[in-house]
């Protein structure tokens, strides 16, 4: 079986040389360049002539798209240029697509953010749908983090891939405002959001609720909560750019209106520190205590 390497880039000098040199094995690799202005094409070249020089598309999944259709391998392998496969995942993949046993394999995803490699929230497993079968799969190109559609059965692979996450939080902030915000205000506003004033707060302390004690984001320490802190300014930018889609409309919340509702969320704040203490707590009556205190705190 013959596996195709598609991957996306811009301005991926730094990261680039490392991305192709984990794929050198495959038969085939297809750069799909999104009209970079450092050397990302000059380097991509000491990996393969096969280089196509894109406009630089907001919605990503435009080109990849184009990359599969450029692809002639029977199997696909789906990248970014700071993404990299590591030995034991190569391993893998040939002799999963030797079999042909799927017509696609999802694969997880370890995210390497600010120098360390993130083990829960979003952060990990990460799945990712990246390897299939040419012709079975394709971006539905409607959002920046959507999934890959793959037609027929797919499985998961044991061995996970690297992901260059964010190397600095200007790149973050970045990303946040040029990329992924956009997207995710065109798909609210598709779906007839209308803003409403106590969002402003809804947004930010659910998802930084949600990361950071649900999810167990406090378990990777400061990167941890400063991530989870992160997400919630994203949250709020959303919103601040769904209010400003509506030519900032003015609205009118009282201050008591206002000292509700951060009194709803510091009880929702309230259950998850319980919840937190909960799943770390070994004393048994202590958690016995914690249980009753949460409820009461949900009753109250």
């Known amino acids: 079986m013959k596996l195709s390497v598609v991957v996306t880039t811009w301005n991926a000098e730094a990261k680039i040389a490392q991305c192709l040199t984990s794929v050198s ?3 085939e690799i297809i750069v799909v360049d999104s009209s970079s202005t450092d050397n990302t094409p000059r380097l991509a070249k000491r990996f393969t002539k096969h280089i196509f020089t894109r406009p630089n598309d907001p919605m990503l999944n435009v080109n990849k798209n184009f990359g599969f259709e450029k692809a002639t391998g029977d199997w696909i392998l789906s990248l970014d240029s700071d993404e990299e496969i ?4 190569a391993r893998e993949m040939k002799e999963k697509i030797a079999k042909e046993e799927a017509s696609g394999y ?23 749908l990246r390897l299939f079968r ?4 394709k971006f539905p190109e409607k959002h920046v983090h959507e999934y890959l559609q793959v037609e027929g059965k797919t499985e998961t692979l ?65 990167h941890g909560l400063v991530l989870a ?22 609205q009118e ?9 951060l009194g709803g969320a510091g009880r929702d704040v309230g259950y998850w520190i319980r919840t937190a203490k909960i799943a770390n707590e070994k004393n048994p009556l202590v958690t016995l205590f914690l249980k009753i205190q949460r409820r009461l705190a949900r009753i109250f």
């Open 158 to 222: 044991a061995e996970p891939m690297i992901h260059y996450n964010y190397d600095t939080v200007s790149q973050f902030i970045y990303k946040m405002d040029a990329l992924y915000t956009p997207s995710e205000v065109a798909r609210l506003q598709a779906s007839g959001y209308r803003v409403v004033w106590y969002d402003a707060i809804r947004f930010p302390v659910s998802d930084f609720v949600k990361l950071y004690f649900a999810q167990g984001g406090y378990k990777d320490g400061l």
């Open 253 to 261: 919340p009282t201050l008591g209106a206002v000292v509700r509702e």
């Open 134 to 137: 040419r012709g079975r799969g």
């Open 106 to 128: 999802w694969i997880t995803r370890k995210n390497i953010i600010f120098g360390k490699w993130i083990t829960h929230a979003i952060w990990w497993p990460d799945p990712q």
């Open 229 to 250: 802190g992160l997400q919630a300014m994203y949250s709020l930018v959303v919103f601040a750019k769904l209010w400003e889609g509506e030519q900032f409309a003015e």
């Open 86 to 89: 590591p030995p034991a995942l």
């Open 25 to 27: 094995w495959a038969d």
